[in-house]
């Protein structure tokens, strides 16, 4: 009995993704708010 690795790594790729927007937002407000 298998686990259901497509899903798995869909919903790890998501989350990753997920992560790399977060940071984008977190660094792009730093560099607005710091001259």
Known sequence: M???IR???SL???FLALIQV???T???NI???RP
């Open 22 to 24: 977060l940071h984008l």
């Open 2 to 4: 298998q686990p259901n």
């Open 12 to 14: 790890h790729l998501a």
């Open 7 to 9: 899903q798995y790594l």
């Open 31 to 33: 560099k607005y708010t």
């Open 26 to 28: 977190e660094t792009d």
